[in-house]
C-alpha cells in the first residue's frame, strides 16, 4: 500500500434548520447552542485540530453569521478584556482557532440535504481525502479524540473510515446504518449503507455517528444520485455508491457519544460536561442528589 495522502481539511456542515430547538435556533445555528459555556461546533472545531487539520470549511446557510463571527477575533471584546484584567477569558477567546489554520466559509444556497452540503465543498477540496464531523453529534473520550481514532485507521490502511456505534434495534429509522464484514486484519469492512432503514429493513444495528474520513472521489457518486431518504440528497447513498470502487470501513469509536440534535441527549451532555468544570461540580451533584430525592429515584 502506498503512503495514504495526509487529511487535511475538514468539513462542518452547519446550514441545517435545528428544528428540534425551535425557537432557540429561530435566529442560530444549532451548531451555536453551548454546552456549559461554549458552542457545540467549537468542540467539533478542537477535535479537528487534535486531528491535526488545518482548514476548517464551515458550510452554512446565508443567513447566519455567528459561525464565523464566533471564529472571528473581536477587537474591541480583546480590548476590554484586555483593560479589564481578565486574562484567562482573554486567553479562551484568543485561542480559538489558531493563526495557523485557514478557515473556509460556503454558503449553500438550498437546503438539499447533508450530501448536498458535503458537495458543496468540492471546490475547496478538490480530490484529496478529507474529513467530516457534525457537531451534534459529541464523542466525549478520555484518550484520543473520534476523529483521531479514525485517522489512526485511515493511515494505517488508506481506506475512508466511518464512525459508528451500535444503536437499539428500533432507532434504526434515526440514523444510516452500515452492513459489515470483518476483514483479515479484523477491520469491519462496509458492505452495505442504508440511510434511516425501519428496522425490519436493517442490515445491522450498527449506526452512522457523526464522523467520516473520506476520499475525494465521493464527490463524483454525491453528484449523480439524486434524492433519498425524506427527499434529501444523501451523504449515506453517495458513500454507498462508492463502495463499488472504494474500500470502506466502519470504526466503532471509544467514548460516550451524545446526541446533542435531541434535546434530551443535549442536557445530558451538558451535564456529563459540567463533571469537567471544577468550579460548578460539586453544586451541580448535590443539585441532582436533591433532584432525585424530590423525585423519588433515590
Ligand atoms: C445524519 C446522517 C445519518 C447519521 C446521523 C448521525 O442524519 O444522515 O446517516 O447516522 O447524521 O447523527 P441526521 O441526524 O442529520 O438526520
Do not use: W
Not at 79 to 91: E, F, N, P, Y
Not at 207 to 221: A, K, M, P, Q, T
Amino acid at each position: 500500500m502506498s503512503i495514504p495522502r495526509p487529511i487535511r481539511k475538514a468539513v462542518f456542515p452547519v446550514a441545517g434548520m435545528g428544528t428540534r430547538f425551535l425557537p432557540a435556533t429561530k435566529s442560530i445555528p444549532k451548531e451555536m447552542l453551548p454546552i456549559v459555556d461554549q458552542p457545540l461546533i467549537q468542540y467539533a472545531v478542537e477535535e479537528a485540530l487534535e486531528a491535526g487539520l488545518e482548514t476548517l470549511i464551515f458550510i452554512t446557510s446565508g443567513r447566519k453569521h455567528t459561525i464565523s463571527d464566533h471564529f472571528d477575533s473581536d477587537f474591541e471584546l480583546e480590548t476590554k478584556l484586555t483593560h479589564s484584567g481578565k486574562t484567562d477569558l482573554l486567553g479562551r477567546i484568543k485561542d480559538i482557532v489558531p493563526d495557523r489554520v485557514d478557515r473556509v466559509y460556503v454558503t449553500q444556497t438550498e437546503a438539499l440535504g447533508l450530501g448536498h452540503a458535503i458537495l458543496c465543498a468540492e471546490s475547496v477540496i478538490g480530490n484529496e481525502p478529507f474529513a467530516i464531523l457534525l457537531a451534534d453529534d459529541m464523542v466525549k473520550n478520555d484518550g484520543p479524540g473520534a476523529l483521531s481514532q479514525m485517522i489512526g485507521v485511515y493511515e494505517q490502511t488508506g481506506s475512508s473510515v466511518i464512525g459508528v456505534e451500535e444503536v437499539p434495534p428500533e432507532r434504526t429509522s434515526s440514523y444510516g446504518i452500515v452492513g459489515v464484514q470483518e476483514d483479515e486484519a479484523g477491520h469491519k469492512s462496509v458492505q452495505t449503507m442504508v440511510e434511516k432503514p425501519r428496522p425490519e429493513d436493517a442490515p445491522s444495528n450498527l449506526g452512522v455517528i457523526g464522523r467520516y474520513v473520506l476520499d475525494g472521489s465521493v464527490f463524483r457518486y454525491l453528484r449523480t444520485i439524486g434524492k433519498g431518504s425524506g427527499g434529501e440528497i444523501q451523504l449515506t447513498d453517495g458513500i454507498a455508491a462508492m463502495l463499488q470502487d472504494h474500500p470502506v470501513l466502519a470504526l466503532p469509536l471509544e467514548g460516550e457519544r451524545y446526541d446533542c440534535g435531541s434535546r434530551h441527549g443535549f442536557i445530558e451532555a451538558t451535564i456529563k460536561y459540567a463533571m469537567d468544570h471544577d468550579d460548578i461540580r460539586d453544586d451541580m451533584l448535590d443539585h441532582m442528589a436533591g433532584l432525585l430525592e424530590s423525585h423519588g429515584r433515590i
